[in-house]
């Protein structure tokens, strides 16, 4: 088996990637809300299997979506881009059933800006040891 140059040995980097969702929704779980979590999830097994899901619904339903909301897209200057974010996040629980809740609407815009927020600087501290 030949080495590729351009090809690092080790671990994926979509495992990394799905760890590091999975490792945020848990840090967000923990963030309070009107008297409960944020985000509320049973487990580190199920925020596993919740940032799989997550990432399977970002990966072929959100660009539907964004396409159909581009007029809102442009009319808002890209803010929009906030609420289909919530709904992708919405519907990942959703299909998670009770194992992954969020407590409503606007807990899901919070959690999915907190998200974005926590897995960039976990991606950023694990570019860093690298």
């Not at 881009?81 to 609407?105: H, R």
């Amino acid at each position: 088996m030949a080495y590729n140059e351009n090809r690092q040995r080790g671990i994926p980097k979509w495992v990394i990637k799905w760890l590091v969702n999975a490792l945020a929704l848990l840090i967000v779980s923990y963030v309070p809300y009107r008297g409960l979590t944020l985000v509320q999830i049973d487990g580190a097994g199920t925020a596993l299997i919740a940032a799989a899901v997550l990432g399977i619904v970002n990966t072929f339903i959100r660009p539907i979506f964004m396409i159909f909301s581009l007029p809102m897209q442009v009319l808002t200057l890209g803010l929009f881009t906030l609420v289909v974010n919530a709904l992708m996040l919405s519907l990942g629980a959703w299909l998670m059933g009770s194992a992954f809740n969020i407590p409503g609407f606007w807990a899901a815009i919070l959690a999915s800006l907190l998200l974005s927020i926590v897995s960039s600087a976990l991606n950023r501290l694990i570019r860093r040891d690298s």
